[in-house]
């Protein structure tokens, strides 16, 4: 019997994530990922990779919430196992901090981290800027060791991997019976998609290891986040930028600025600059559609569009990029057991 021909395009978290989904829970699909650049050349492995996340306008809040959750439970087990540290997947504890009380005390997955409360008055004393804060832990996904980490799992459940550059979903057409776009920014020209554009984002790499809480400004472009091998501190969100050059004057503010919430960053040393761009749009796309291609109508299934939370989420949608992808192979062979 001839396999079911699956291509995944991307190799960014939401590409392997969705992959190594398919891969395991499709053992009848041959799923070949397809992208131009992998780790450690992606949007994904410069990411701080805290889980955490901001609501998106017009997704129904349970499926943000199990996305959410998903993600969280997936990497929580990774991290909680002998795995942690060669998938890059650790706890954090630590603190969000607002200089107003906002709105919302309370985000949609303040029950989906662990720990979550208020921080105390006691502890806001150390930010005088700052009246009201959240207290919790979470997880840190380091991609550039994740990535890896899932190429490995996927290529055990029977994946390949190809290095190329897709010029257009056409000319994969006549080779795979469902397309799965995972391509991040590469969606605007792949997917035609003109709601899609940069949110820039800029952030060094120190070594500080006596750094243990992570601290975000709820403005969310001041952040210290620790990690396995450095501390991330950040940053800036600069929508429809598209320089990819580090920016000498942006890299001082960081300091500065990240110097006002923890006075001990003056003494770390920086061992890498990096920018990226965040794949953004007013909500991300998790969904299916026919494109005819070549005269042939091709179920292609988008993934795609995370903004600033794909390490957050990429789980969780390619889980639901997976149920896509069965409903697509049930309506062409109904009588498949899926
Ligand atoms: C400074 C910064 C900090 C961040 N911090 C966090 C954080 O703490 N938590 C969080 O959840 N998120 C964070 N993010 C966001 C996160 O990095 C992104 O949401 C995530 O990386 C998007 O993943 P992706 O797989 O969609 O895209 P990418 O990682 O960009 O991968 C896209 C893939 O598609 C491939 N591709 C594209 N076009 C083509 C083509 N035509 N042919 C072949 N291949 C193609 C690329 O080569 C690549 O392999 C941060 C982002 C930035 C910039």
């Not at 029950?111 to 959240?134: S, Y």
């Amino acid at each position: 019997m001839t396999r079911v021909q699956v291509v995944v395009v991307g190799a960014g978290v939401v590409g392997f994530s969705t992959a190594v989904c398919i891969a395991e829970a499709l053992p009848f699909c041959s799923v070949t990922l397809l992208a131009d650049k992998f780790s450690p050349h992606t949007t994904s492995d410069g990411a701080a990779g805290i889980l955490f996340a901001a609501q998106f306008p017009d997704i129904p809040l349970e499926r943000q919430r199990r996305w959410f959750k998903s993600s969280f439970d997936h990497l929580r087990d990774i991290a909680q196992s002998q795995h942690s540290p060669e998938a890059g997947v650790m706890l954090s504890s630590g603190w969000q901090i607002f200089r107003d009380v906002p709105a919302v005390k309370e985000p949609f997955w303040s029950d989906l981290v662990i720990g979550f409360r208020f921080m105390t008055d006691g502890e806001l004393k150390r930010f005088p800027d700052h009246k009201f804060g959240h207290a919790f832990t979470t997880i840190k996904c380091e991609c550039s060791s994740y990535l890896p980490w899932l190429e490995r799992r996927f290529r055990a459940a029977g994946g390949q991997v190809q290095q190329r550059k897709v010029n257009s979903l056409q000319e994969l057409s006549s080779s795979y019976d469902v397309i799965v776009n995972c391509s991040g920014l590469g969606s605007k020209l792949l997917a035609g998609d003109d709601e899609l554009h940069p949110v820039r984002g800029q952030v060094l790499k120190v070594e500080a290891p006596w750094l243990q809480h992570f601290i975000r400004d709820g403005d969310g472009k001041t952040y210290i986040y620790p990690g396995i091998h450095c501390v991330t501190i950040g940053g800036t969100r600069q929508e429809g930028d598209w320089r990819l050059e580090v920016d000498a004057g942006e890299s001082k503010s960081i300091l500065e600025r990240c110097g006002g919430l923890e006075p001990s960053v003056a003494k770390a040393r920086v061992v890498g600059e990096w920018v990226g761009l965040r794949p953004s749009r007013r909500n991300p796309r998790v969904e299916r559609e026919v494109v005819q291609l070549r005269g042939r109508g091709v179920p292609v299934v988008h993934n795609y569009g995370h903004g600033g939370w794909g390490v957050t989420l990429a789980w969780g949608t390619a889980m639901d990029a997976l149920g896509l992808v069965r409903r697509c192979l049930q309506e062409t062979s109904p009588r498949a057991k899926l």
